[in-house]
């Protein structure tokens, strides 16, 4: 059985930094693409920020310059850096990774963590 859990997150003011982490464990073959995605109240959930299984990373315009995503696969964690954060970042943010396990391959989801952007 795979987990997939994610730490980081809290209340930070404009300007500030957050680190969120999210981490696989349990029996699997391979982790292939790993990414953030940000639920914010009232919205549907969107896409912050992928990286490939080769480090390649693709980010939303909206955070372009601002936010970092970056993997250790002997960990099997993916972080996301968030700098210059802005009260319009405040959401809910989910780790997201296609994981390849006995009997499953597919689209595992962290718990989210709530990232509150305010003075």
């Known amino acids: 059985q795979v987990q997939f859990v994610e730490s980081g997150g809290g209340l930070v003011q404009p300007g500030g930094s957050l680190r969120l982490a999210c981490t696989a464990s349990?029996?699997?073959?391979?982790?292939?693409?790993m990414g953030w995605y940000r639920q914010a109240p009232g919205k549907q959930r969107e896409l912050v920020t992928i990286i490939r299984s080769n480090g390649a990373a693709h980010y939303a315009d909206f955070v372009i310059g601002r936010f970092t995503i970056s993997r250790d696969n002997a960990k099997n964690t993916v972080y996301l850096q968030m700098n210059s954060l802005e009260p319009e970042d405040t959401a809910v943010y989910y780790c997201?990774?296609?994981?390849?396990?006995?009997?499953?391959?597919?689209?595992?989801w962290g718990q989210g963590t709530q990232v509150t952007v305010s003075s």
């Open positions: 997201n990774a296609y994981i390849s396990s006995p009997g499953r391959s597919g689209d595992y």
């Open positions: 349990g029996t699997f073959f391979n982790i292939g693409d």
